[in-house]
């Protein structure tokens, strides 16, 4: 494996132990569901709050990896021996062809574990190797503002060098909640079956019209698992085929892209059958902005 990315998660964090456990073994599960569905070699190890994900491709894989549920952020990395003098030689090398002159920078140090430094320290003594190593070209620190950043985690005994985080979903694995059945008719459709994906919930989708496009070509890159059925685009034969997934799938609960004017009536229609419509209280200006986040880590 020629790769190595940090993958970082939130709420997961935040769960009892014996929940995190089961939390982070689903992710890692669809981490390589993903790997399988996409056609890359992969594998997976974590320590505590991170995982890692070996890979061939590394463009690839980080794609891959911004379409996982629970994944806040992924980051290429360079891992090295917690060693002062190791880890500057490496994160020298590696940010030289990045500091062109004239350009500023920032070096952003964090550590877990027991160090003979601390975090500033590190910072500091790496920021002035910098500007010692490149002194002709111009180089400055702006901490807050910087063109460059240059990441040192020190876990432990190892250390990972990076420049970049690119951002994922976020929320919850898929499969850590229930199981509903969701209408995709359009955007609103979609975004409400995608923040529920979003909850760890597994969503069978049915799509009249359009809605197939949007099911596929995007929430169905978010879980390989996914069904996409197609309806007529007769609004009559909606209600009767997602509740006749529901009962086949023993689902949850409907998802519906209603409006709050809308929610009432159909709250009356559907009887006992729980609802969620997680896109009741935006206007549809604010769907096609949160909409379009999802499309473009579907890309």
């Known amino acids: 494996m020629s790769a190595l990315l940090l993958v970082r998660y939130g709420e997961l964090a935040l769960k009892s132990p014996p929940v995190r456990r089961e939390f982070e073994a689903m992710l890692r599960r669809n981490i390589l569901d993903q790997f399988v569905r996409d056609g890359l070699a992969?594998?997976?190890?974590?320590?505590?709050?991170?995982?890692?994900?070996?890979?061939?491709?590394?463009?690839?894989?980080?794609?891959?990896l911004r379409r996982v549920f629970g994944v806040t952020s992924v980051s290429v990395v360079h891992e090295v021996p917690t060693e002062r003098a190791v880890i500057r030689e490496r994160l020298l090398e590696l940010a030289d062809p990045r500091l062109s002159s004239g350009r500023s920078f920032a070096v952003r140090a964090r550590r877990t574990g027991t160090h003979p430094f601390s975090s500033q320290e590190l910072a500091r003594d790496l920021g002035g190797d910098v500007l010692e190593r490149f002194s002709g070209r111009g180089l400055r620190v702006d901490l807050e503002h910087p063109?460059?950043?240059?990441?040192?985690?020190?876990?432990?005994?190892?250390?990972?060098?990076?420049?970049?985080?690119a951002g994922?979903?976020?929320g919850l694995p898929l499969g850590v909640a229930g199981r509903l059945v969701a209408l995709v008719d359009g955007p609103r459709g979609a975004l409400g079956a995608f923040l529920m994906m979003k909850r760890g919930c597994r969503v069978a989708l049915v799509t009249p019209g359009a809605g197939g496009t949007l099911a596929r070509e995007v929430l169905a890159r978010f879980d390989p698992r996914a069904t996409v059925t197609d309806v007529a685009e007769d609004r009559a034969a909606w209600g009767p085929e997602l509740a006749r997934l529901a009962d086949a799938s023993h689902a949850d609960g409907v998802v519906l892209p209603l409006t709050i004017e809308e929610y009432g009536p159909a709250r009356d229609a559907w009887g006992d059958r729980v609802l969620f419509s997680p896109t009741v209280g935006l206007t549809d200006e604010e769907v096609a902005v949160r909409w379009q986040s999802a499309v473009r880590l579907a890309v």
């Open 42 to 64: 992969g594998r997976t190890r974590s320590d505590h709050g991170h995982l890692y994900v070996e890979a061939d491709d590394a463009d690839r894989a980080l794609g891959v």
């Open 147 to 165: 063109d460059v950043e240059l990441f040192v985690e020190v876990r432990g005994p190892r250390t990972y060098l990076y420049f970049d985080r």
């Open 168 to 170: 994922g979903p976020g």
